[in-house]
């Protein structure tokens, strides 16, 4: 039985995390903590042998536990990644990893050091209309795919779970910046997934489209370009709906996606399927979480190796890093420098 602890009790940890760990009899959460001690009484009944603390200093000083579980807003991913690894702790942490590259290296050489993994929650992996794209690219449906468009389109951001105060995630010193950070990391793993090779340049435009007092970007344009292919992403949260779409081009056909329907084209034939639920609907998914936890305890465990995760969330935090300074220089085409592996982040990019 591994011992874990979730630090954090927002939506994503009492809707998400918590059905996840609950389905696993090989784990039992035994602490949680969260700055708020109101929400105490959201897990109480879910997770009646889980002790609370009142700090997350104050848990990893005293648990004992085999990892952690961290559902905090970014500011605090490093500070918490280092201080469990440190404590000799496996460590699962929600997207973004970390905020910046500085910070991905420290991160990284202390899980080195450690021996500990350390997993970022890559969860749009296990929706089924991504699995179901994945699954024709890998069958070669379209043949070598040489495109990605990809649209996300939000009214707003996603609430944080009490509905008061200041959504965090329009605080950059919180969040790390805005739609880029929120969703512009689903689509950086996704894709890499989907294409299978490194990028080799980024330029991008962030934009504050129709929220001009925030702080932070409601718009993000971005082009990423690849050995053999490019992808073009544009996300917002100053649309008029909300969606996902997509379109994949291959040498030999499409592949589109359109929230939860998967369309093939073939020379002139479509194939569909239906996949919910949609990739718009809600922003808390326990289905796609619960894989997300297996496959961080088949690296705990040493069913699985480790190091592809870790790889996967490093070159997101390039890929955003990169975006960011080309759209300070005025949408200027960045090269990505950096080895996609987790011993590889020693070096700072060069951009």
């Known amino acids: 039985m591994l011992r874990g602890a979730i630090i954090g009790l927002g939506n994503v940890a009492v809707e998400g995390h918590l059905p996840g760990w609950a389905g696993r009899d090989e784990v039992q959460i035994v ?57 000799g702790l496996h460590a699962l942490c929600e997207k973004p990893l970390v905020r910046s590259i500085a910070e991905l290296t420290s991160v990284t050489r202390l899980a080195v050091a450690t021996g500990r993994v350390l997993h970022t929650v890559h969860n749009w992996h296990h929706a089924p209309i991504i699995k179901r ?13 040489t495109r990605v468009v990809w649209q996300t389109l939000r009214t707003s951001p996603a609430p944080v779970r009490d509905g008061q105060g200041t959504n965090w995630r329009l605080d950059p ?97 479509e ?28 690296e705990v465990t040493g069913a699985a190796p480790r190091g592809a995760n870790l790889a996967e969330a490093s070159l997101c935090v390039m890929l955003e890093s990169l975006a960011r300074e080309s759209s300070r220089r005025g949408g200027e085409t960045l090269a990505v420098s950096m080895p996609v592996s987790g011993a590889a982040t020693r070096s700072e990019p060069s951009v």
Request: glycine letters at 8%.
């Open 271 to 298: 194939q569909r399927w239906l996949c919910p639920p949609a990739l718009s609907n809600g922003s808390v998914h326990p289905d796609w979480f619960e894989p997300v936890a297996g496959r961080f305890l088949a």
């Open 31 to 87: 602490a949680v903590t969260d700055l708020q001690r109101a929400r105490e009484a959201d897990v109480a009944a879910r997770l009646p042998a889980a002790r609370w603390y009142a700090s997350a200093e104050a848990l990893l000083a005293d648990a004992q536990l085999d990892f952690v579980d961290i559902c905090t807003p970014p500011s605090s991913h490093a500070r918490l990644i280092e201080r469990a690894l440190g404590r």
């Open 133 to 145: 794209t994945a699954e024709l690219v890998r069958q070669g449906a379209i043949g070598q795919v």
């Open 173 to 269: 010193d919180v969040a790390g910046g805005g739609i880029l950070s929120d969703h512009g990391w689903h689509v950086f793993y996704v894709l890499q997934r989907w294409l299978g090779e490194r990028p080799t340049s980024v330029s991008a435009r962030l934009e504050r489209r129709r929220n001009a007092g925030w702080p932070v970007e409601d718009t993000a344009t971005v082009h990423v370009a690849f050995s053999n292919a490019a992808a073009d992403i544009s996300l917002t949260w100053a649309a008029d709906t909300r969606r996902n779409w997509a379109r994949l081009t291959g040498t030999g056909g499409t592949i589109e996606l359109h929230d939860d329907t998967c369309v093939l084209t073939q020379g002139g034939r």
